[in-house]
C-alpha cells in the first residue's frame, strides 16, 4: 500500500548558536554547500526508489537556518523532488528564515524556486531581548522581512517566544498588541524552556513561576488576534499549517538531512527514521498509538478514537475529568484547561 508523505528536510548550519537553542544545528557561517546538498539528492533518490512516485503534500525546510542557502542548491533539491516524486498543485512548500539571511532579491529566488510558504524565526520585537536571547537581528530587521514576504503571494508565519525572565501577563499582552499590529495570518508563541546544555541552561536565571507562564499562556488567547489551533500556534482559518497538522495528526512523513527523522509508512508497516537517511526500523503498534496520542492531544480538534488510539487509551480516566478532557463526535480532545496540563494528561491517560 502506497500513501501520501510529506517531506522534512534539515539544513542544520546557522550564523551563531542561540543562548536558548538545544536543536541539532552547528554554527558555521560558510558549510560545505556542494557536499551537503549531494547528500540530500542521494537521500531523496533512495527513498524514491523505496516509496514510488509517491503524492508530496509539504515539503519543509527546517534548521538550523535554511534561509542561508544558496539558492542554487534550493532550486537543484526542489528539482530532484519533483523528478522522482509527485508535487501536486496546492503542496505546502515552507523554508525556515532569520532576519538578516534574506534580502528581497533572494527571497524572489525561493519563491520562484517554489517556496509558497515563509516562516521567520521573530522571538521578540524588543532590541533588549533579542540580544539577550543571543539572536544577530534587531526588530527592524525582523519588521523589513515580514513586510517584504507579505508584499508577494505567499503565506507568511513569525515565531515568538514569551517567558524570559522580565515577562509577565502585561508584557505578553504588549506584545501580542504588537503582534496584532503586523497583521500575520500565522504565528508560533513558544514557552522560554532552559535546557541543559544551552548557554541558558549554565545560568542561573530567575524565571518565571508555573502560575505566571500560565497567566501569561492564558493571556495570548485573550489578546491575540488569531485563534490557537495547537498548544503553541495560532492562525487564521484556513492558514494553519498543513505539514506540522499532518505530522499532528500521525501521518506519514520522510525525514531528510542530517539529524532528520521521519515516519515512514511501507508495506502496510510504520517505520521510525532514526535521524539518518536510510536508518529505519519498525515502530511496535502501541507505540505508534502512543505517538498519535500525545501529538493529537497538542491540538484543538484532538484526534480521532481509531481502534488502535482505544486500545492505548485509559478511556475511564478520559471520561472521569470532563473539565480536562472532552469526547465528541467519535474525537477526544483537551479543553482549555487541559492545554495547560498536557504532560500530566498524556501520563494518566496512555495505559
Known amino acids: ?47 524514491a526508489n523505496k516509496l514510488g512516485k509517491i503524492d508530496i503534500p509539504t515539503i519543509f525546510f527546517g534548521g538550523g537556518t535554511p534561509s542561508l542557502m544558496p539558492t542554487s542548491y534550493f532550486s537543484e533539491i526542489m528539482i530532484k523532488i519533483r523528478t522522482r516524486f509527485n508535487v501536486l498543485p496546492n503542496t505546502e512548500i515552507t523554508i525556515e528564515s532569520n532576519p538578516g539571511t534574506l534580502d528581497s532579491a533572494r527571497l ?53 517566544i514569551y517567558g524570559l525572565p522580565n515577562h509577565n501577563a502585561k508584557t505578553v499582552e504588549q506584545l501580542c498588541r504588537d503582534i496584532n499590529k503586523i497583521g500575520l495570518s500565522h504565528c508560533s508563541m513558544y514557552e522560554l524552556t532552559i535546557e541543559p546544555n544551552t548557554p541558558f541552561g549554565k545560568m542561573n536565571l530567575d524565571m518565571p513561576s508555573n502560575d505566571e507562564m500560565a497567566e501569561m499562556y492564558g493571556t ?4 491575540l488576534n488569531l485563534p490557537r489551533y495547537e498548544v503553541s500556534n495560532y492562525a487564521a482559518p484556513g492558514y494553519e499549517c498543513r505539514h506540522n497538522q499532518n505530522i499532528w495528526d500521525g501521518g506519514a512523513y520522510i525525514g531528510i538531512g542530517r539529524g532528520a527523522a521521519g ?85 494518566n491517560l496512555v495505559k
Not at 122 to 144: C, K, M, P, T, Y
Not at 220 to 223: G, L, R
Not at 314 to 323: L, M, T, V
Open 263 to 347: 515516519r515512514v509508512f511501507i508495506d502496510n508497516i510504520w517505520y521510525e527514521q532514526l535521524g539518518d537517511g536510510a536508518r529505519f526500523e519498525p515502530i511496535d503498534a502501541h507505540d505508534r498509538a502512543v505517538e498519535k496520542i500525545i501529538t493529537g492531544l497538542r491540538t484543538v480538534r484532538g484526534l480521532t478514537l481509531a481502534p488502535d488510539v482505544e486500545n492505548a487509551l485509559n478511556i475511564e480516566y478520559a471520561k472521569s475529568r470532563p473539565e480536562l478532557l472532552e469526547i465528541v463526535n467519535g474525537r477526544i480532545r483537551t479543553t482549555t484547561a487541559g492545554m495547560l496540563i498536557l504532560d500530566d494528561i498524556v501520563l
Open 1 to 47: 500500500m502506497t500513501i501520501p508523505h510529506n517531506i522534512y528536510i534539515h539544513v542544520p548550519f546557522c550564523m551563531s548558536k542561540c543562548n536558548y537553542c538545544a536543536f541539532f544545528s552547528r554554527a558555521c557561517a560558510t558549510p560545505d554547500w556542494r557536499a551537503y546538498t549531494d547528500g540530500i539528492l542521494n537521500e531523496i533518490d533512495y527513498w
Open 220 to 223: 495570548i488567547s485573550n489578546t
Open 108 to 160: 524572489d529566488e525561493f519563491i520562484d524556486a517554489g517556496v509558497n510558504r515563509l516562516s521567520i524565526g521573530v522571538q521578540s520585537l524588543n532590541d533588549d531581548e533579542l540580544r539577550f536571547l543571543g539572536r544577530r537581528h534587531n526588530a527592524s530587521d525582523a519588521l523589513r522581512l515580514i513586510d517584504s514576504a507579505q508584499s508577494r503571494d505567499i503565506r507568511v508565519s513569525a515565531d515568538f
